[in-house]
Structures are given as structure tokens and as C-alpha cells.
């Protein structure tokens, strides 16, 4: 597990280009200096979701340098919470960690609007889960 100054988090989704692009983009916009932000997929995609981009960058926050990583035992490992977004039993399970599975629609092949609507929700969970883990860790 991390240092625990800094709990780590781990966002996955099943190609890391959408909805754990956008959460980690949340939590490092949000809390950075206060917990270390991770993403990956169990199927990475080429790029981060075009799309997810736009709307990450309607509200200030530039995903647009992130790419795509793979899953692996050693980031859930190295996380004390892992929250994931449809990957299903693809992320390993380890003693210890915090796991949240968040029942997001997927951004890919949605329209801006839609996008909108999931880019929002994320951003409530992701608020939701720095009031969490503060409040675990103070």
C-alpha cells in the first residue's frame, strides 16, 4: 500500500479512455496534493475518448496528454482504494484495499451531451470519495 500521508487511488474502466480518464482527471484537479491518482484498463484503448476530452475541458480540467494504461496486479497492489467502472472481474482482488465499483455509462460513441451527463456524475462520486477518504484518514 501506499504511504499513509497519501492514500492512492485507482480508477478502472475496461478501455481507460473515458470514465477513468475523466475520474482521475477530477481527483488530480480536486486533490493532487493530498492523494496520489492512478487510471487504468483491462483493455486499454489507443487514446482517451475524444469526447471525454471536450467535456473534461469544458470545465477547466485537460485530460488530453493522459493515454491509456493496462491493468496490472501491481497498481491494484501499490492502491489503497480501487474504484471501478465496469471492468467486471478483471481487477484482482488484494486484502487491505478499499474497492467501490461505480455503475457509470460508458462514454464511447456518446454524444457531447450524454458525455456531459456522465463527466457530472463522475464528478459528484469523485467529491464524494475525497470527503471519504479524508474523513478515513484524519
Not at 475518448?49 to 473534461?56: D, G, L, Q, Y
Not at 489503497?80 to 478499499?98: H, K, Q
Not at 460508458?106 to 456524475?121: F, K, M, T, W
Request: aromatic letters at 6%.
Amino acid at each position: 500500500m501506499s504511504d499513509a500521508a497519501k492514500p492512492s487511488v485507482l480508477f478502472v474502466c475496461v478501455h481507460n479512455a473515458g470514465r477513468s480518464q475523466m475520474a482521475a482527471g477530477f481527483l488530480a484537479h480536486f486533490a493532487a496534493d493530498r492523494l496520489e491518482v492512478r487510471s487504468a484498463g483491462s483493455l486499454p484503448a489507443g487514446k482517451v475518448n475524444p469526447t471525454a476530452v471536450a467535456a473534461m475541458a469544458e470545465v477547466g480540467i485537460d485530460i488530453a496528454a493522459a493515454s491509456p494504461k493496462v491493468l496490472t496486479a501491481e497498481a491494484v497492489q501499490s492502491s489503497d482504494y480501487v474504484i471501478t467502472m465496469g471492468c467486471g472481474d478483471a481487477c484482482p482482488v488484494f486484502p487491505g484495499r478499499t474497492y467501490l465499483d461505480w455503475s457509470l455509462d460508458d462514454p464511447a460513441g456518446q454524444d457531447l451531451d450524454a458525455v456531459r451527463l456522465i463527466r457530472d456524475e463522475i464528478r459528484r462520486r469523485v467529491q464524494a470519495l475525497i470527503a471519504g477518504i479524508s474523513t478515513a484518514h484524519t
